[in-house]
């Protein structure tokens, strides 16, 4: 819709053996980013939001543990990317450059942090990119015998 609600549109819609997850729009409001969420798992989904034309930033082989996302204004989408271990929390920040045209990677991901002992979520940043926000949270575990 515009500024002021006017002419409102559909951009995209689900199934009933589907969902849609959050989202991130990218640094010209052309593409946006969600998660599609269907029988084979997680696909991290761009999409043109003229044209309705779609690409796969991550199938689902590739997004496990994704939790959280943003496209900053530097192009690189920005995640947060949970990963096991026998005992508590650990998540980290990986970066891949997107093109801004096509919404697809343009390089392989890297890894950004090297953290341990709690998860991130709310991710956000600045509009120069130089500053990242997020949510550091975590779980405690006692066990009395």
């Known amino acids: 819709?515009?500024?002021?609600?006017?002419?409102?549109?559909?951009?995209?819609e689900t199934g009933e053996d589907s969902a849609i997850g959050g989202?991130?729009?990218?640094?010209d409001g052309k593409r946006i980013l969600y998660p599609q969420i269907n029988e084979t798992g997680y696909t991290l989904i761009s999409r043109?939001?003229?044209?309705g034309l779609t690409n796969t930033i991550f199938p689902p082989s590739e997004t496990r543990g994704i939790n959280q996302f943003w496209w900053l204004?530097?192009?690189?989408?920005?995640?947060?990317?949970n990963e096991t271990q026998?005992?508590?929390?650990?998540?980290?920040?990986?970066?891949?450059?997107?093109?801004?045209?096509?919404?697809e990677p343009v390089e392989k991901p890297e890894r950004l942090t090297n953290w341990t002992g709690f998860d991130i979520g709310s991710i956000?940043?600045?509009?120069?990119?130089?500053?990242?926000?997020?949510?550091?949270?975590?779980?405690?575990t006692q066990l009395y015998m």
């Open 73 to 81: 204004t530097d192009g690189r989408l920005i995640y947060a990317k």
């Open 86 to 103: 026998a005992i508590g929390s650990i998540s980290n920040m990986w970066a891949v450059r997107l093109d801004g045209h096509t919404g």
């Open 23 to 27: 989202k991130a729009w990218s640094p």
């Open 1 to 12: 819709m515009g500024p002021a609600g006017e002419h409102p549109r559909k951009l995209f």
């Open 48 to 51: 043109d939001i003229e044209t």
């Open 124 to 140: 956000n940043a600045t509009t120069d990119s130089r500053r990242l926000a997020f949510l550091q949270w975590g779980g405690f």
